[in-house]
């Protein structure tokens, strides 16, 4: 780890704790800064707090009150979960205070360099999948994010000889500065979050701040069919790399009858990837550009992707039960997951869907129900989609209490050889606390159906 001074004697504000916070304000600690921690859950029901007390960290729980500018805060490292419209970044940004995120005090620290991936979806399943490759081929990888170990932690361990594979999100990519990847990759971009964002303009910026800093020395490899990101990397000063599933990009990868192509040389044949749906070869074609920059073999990229079946709770095979294949793809908190999803298979499907209703109705599903013969709802949008399942000429409709009752009912519903998928389209947080501990019932669920 490089012991940077730039943060020694300066007064640090840390702006809530969770995994990412906790080790932002344990590291400036290290680093010399005078920390200070504010959270909004209460000292008597904070651990994390507590522990950074005892490390002679200053914390204030409970609230988030304006006098703690009192202290002369001289940056912000906020969790990238915090709305700009809370009061102590609204005050910050009125005093022109920097608002950073843990993922520029990672890339500040690390001695190995990054290759940073976002996008709409698909971010974990790539990720996962070039860390994997390069590890086959003995890289040195080293992945951070969502899946696993945040950045500043894994950042802290890389040495010169490591590559650091991180998934970022568009909070993480609206705090930073410096950061600068080796490699970014671009996967799509449609509408997400503007309840955090406000409009689709601000959170094609946030992404498209991942390769602001990038120079000719460095790589973009971007969705050369999505619109957004075509757009995105025109004001982009890294060597551009496209992939396509729709046109021969000669200079990034691509799809050409049934195998994937690198720059004119075939990499893989589509028959020996277990991955399933076609958005899959997306994030594939992604992921090989990606390790080709690097020289990774043939052969380490083959073995991988004759292996690798999904990441949990992303499209992710779960078991087969009297001949019915049951799918968990509870990652699929918006329209364009279950698109994707439902698309993914030729075979008749059960769908399980409903969560959090967001404001949103499901025009836009209903052209890719043409293959559910049973729709299954749950949560506080469930009359929504049966609404969009009627319009789709779905006949068998079916409402439940939740996603345990989901998988009894589709195994009841269904018949040899179908596919039960829950592919939600939405947010988890109206029954559940996270997509994890949804897609975790389901799958114990399909267990007691054995």
Known sequence: MKMISGYQNKNILVLGLAKSGTATAMLLHKLGAKVIVNDLKPLEENPQAKMLQEHGIEVVCGGHPLTIFDEKIEVVFKNPGIPYSNPILIRAT?????????????????????????????????????????????????????????????????????????????????????????????????????????????????????????????????????????????????????????????????????ALYFQGEEIVQLKDIVLPGKHNIENILAAIAVCKLYNVKNEAIQKVLATFTGVKHRLQYVSTVQERRFYNDSKATNILATQKAISAFEEPVILLAGGLDRGNDFDDLIPYLKNVKTLITFGQTAEKLEKAGMEAGITNIERVANVEKAAQTAMEKSTKGDVILLSPACASWDQYKTFEERGDIFINAVHMLK
């Open 94 to 258: 009125e005093l022109n205070i920097p608002i950073l995120t843990e993922v520029e005090l990672a890339y500040e620290v690390s001695e190995a360099p990054f290759i940073g991936i976002t996008g709409s979806n698909g971010k974990t399943t790539t990720t996962t999948l070039i860390f994997e490759m390069l590890q086959q081929d003995n890289k040195n990888p080293l992945i951070a994010g969502n899946i696993g170990t945040v950045a500043v932690e894994v950042a802290q361990q890389a040495k010169q000889e490591n590559i650091i594979v991180t998934e970022l999100s568009s909070f993480q990519l609206m705090g930073i500065s410096k950061f600068q990847p080796k490699i970014s990759v671009l996967l799509n971009l449609f509408e997400a979050h503007l309840d955090f964002h406000g409009t689709m303009l601000e959170y094609a910026q946030a992404k498209g701040k991942i390769s602001e800093n990038q120079t000719t020395d460095d790589f973009v490899v971007y969705n050369y069919d999505d619109v957004y990101c075509k757009e995105m990397i025109k004001t982009s000063n890294a060597t551009l790399i496209p992939f396509s599933t729709k046109d021969l990009c000669e200079n990034g990868a691509y799809l050409r009858d049934d």
